[in-house]
């Protein structure tokens, strides 16, 4: 019983030193936030300052792709199929003659946009049902992690490549599908903050006030999954890189002339014996991209989980 008072005066002696520090930085002209301290120790992450400066390399080249390189990404030259690397063709030309530097590049955009396009909507689809089951419990909550937990009992790849076998190959059946097999993950982990949220008491207190449930869980609740969300989404990219590559490896994806890695890591391997550039070139890019993201996503994790702060 001795230690309670103990305990409350070293609290008290630590808050009037923190509430102290922030008042002697504000007089100094010093602004400090969640963010912006997340993002000062972010920016000691070696390995996630390289993975954002690959990555804003690889969207800039993207971008850039038509005012880099004169050639199609479609239309086949078999007058020069196969060719080494050259001054022409930079990293050679494939089995159609179309030039390797080109279809990374388009391939490129095809990964990135399919990627931040589906992990925006799985996002979208998985915090509404977090919120809603996590805030409301009972009876809601029951009914929609059984939804859940049913889209748990398949494997995400193996349910992607099923669903993907009854529609149209076509880059908005990929985004589909991928989007049906992604919202499950950041459902649940949505769900688990809103349950330790909704116990706080400034929840309780606006509740009092007679703040409507929607409001509180949007301007209240929300905010505070936002690092979550950020951390999820730079993770999940790499994931669906990597699974909209696999659906076109086997062919069932994002279908010819349209240039994808997967696809093109698919076709090169028939001349991998002579020509091993074909398959080297899109899966090293492949790889580096998905290590980018993961770098990056540790990074943010890091930065913005509240018990690393100093």
């Given at each position: 019983?001795?230690?309670?008072?103990?305990?409350?005066?070293?609290?008290?002696?630590?808050?009037?030193?923190?509430?102290?520090?922030?008042?002697?930085?504000?007089?100094?002209?010093?602004?400090?936030?969640?963010?912006?301290?997340?993002?000062?120790?972010?920016?000691?992450?070696?390995?996630?300052?390289g993975?954002?400066?690959?990555?804003?390399?690889?969207?800039?080249?993207?971008?850039?792709a038509?005012?880099?390189?004169p050639y199609?990404?479609?239309?086949?030259?078999?007058?020069?199929?196969?060719?080494?690397?050259?001054?022409?063709?930079?990293?050679?030309?494939?089995?159609?003659?179309?030039?390797?530097?080109?279809?990374?590049?388009?391939?490129a955009?095809?990964?990135?946009?399919?990627?931040?396009?589906?992990?925006?909507?799985?996002?979208?689809?998985?915090t509404?049902?977090?919120?809603?089951?996590?805030?409301?419990?009972?009876?809601v909550?029951?009914?929609?992690?059984?939804?859940?937990?049913?889209?748990?009992?398949?494997?995400?790849?193996?349910?992607?490549?099923?669903?993907?076998?009854?529609?149209?190959?076509?880059?908005?059946?990929?985004?589909?599908?991928?989007?049906?097999?992604?919202?499950?993950?950041?459902a649940?982990?949505?769900r688990?903050?809103?349950?330790?949220l909704?116990s706080w008491?400034?929840?309780?207190?606006?509740?009092?006030?007679?703040v409507?449930?929607?409001?509180?869980?949007?301007?209240?609740?929300?905010?505070?999954?936002?690092?979550?969300?950020?951390?999820?989404?730079?993770?999940?990219i790499a994931?669906?890189i990597?699974?909209?590559?696999?659906?076109?490896f086997?062919?069932?994806?994002?279908?010819?002339?349209?240039?994808?890695?997967?696809?093109?890591?698919?076709?090169?391997?028939?001349?991998?014996?002579?020509?091993?550039?074909?398959?080297?070139?899109?899966?090293?890019?492949?790889?580096?991209?998905v290590?980018?993201?993961?770098?990056?996503?540790?990074?943010?994790?890091?930065?913005?989980?509240?018990?690393?702060?100093k």
């Open positions: 019983m001795s230690i309670s008072p103990i305990s409350n005066l070293k609290d008290d002696n630590t808050a009037h030193r923190i509430a102290k520090l922030r008042e002697e930085q504000r007089e100094m002209g010093v602004v400090t936030s969640l963010w912006r301290d997340a993002w000062i120790r972010l920016k000691r992450n070696k390995a996630a300052m993975g954002i400066g690959f990555l804003l390399i690889i969207i800039i080249l993207a971008i850039a038509p005012l880099i390189t199609s990404p479609e239309d086949p030259d078999f007058a020069n199929a196969l060719e080494p690397p050259s001054a022409e063709h930079i990293l050679g030309t494939d089995e159609l003659g179309r030039d390797q530097l080109t279809r990374l590049l388009y391939g955009r095809i990964s990135l946009a399919v990627a931040i396009l589906v992990q925006t909507v799985t996002l979208a689809i998985g509404f049902f977090g919120l809603v089951a996590g805030y409301f419990g009972g009876l909550d029951g009914i929609m992690m059984r939804l859940v937990d049913i889209m748990y009992a398949f494997p995400n790849f193996l349910f992607a490549v099923f669903m993907v076998s009854f529609l149209d190959p076509s880059v908005f059946s990929i985004i589909l599908v991928l989007c049906m097999v992604g919202w499950p993950l950041p649940r982990l949505i688990g903050q809103v349950l330790s909704r008491e400034y929840i309780d207190a606006a509740r009092v006030v007679g409507s449930d929607w409001r509180i869980m949007l301007r209240h609740i929300f905010p505070n999954t936002l690092s979550v969300l950020i951390v999820q989404f730079s993770i999940g994931g669906v990597m699974s909209e590559a696999g659906l076109s086997l062919g069932i994806g994002i279908r010819p002339p349209t240039p994808t890695w997967g696809g093109m890591i698919a076709r090169g391997r028939e001349y991998f014996r002579a020509f091993p550039n074909l398959v080297l070139y899109p899966s090293a890019l492949l790889g580096l991209t290590l980018a993201f993961n770098f990056l996503g540790d990074g943010l994790r890091d930065a913005l989980d509240p018990r690393l702060r």
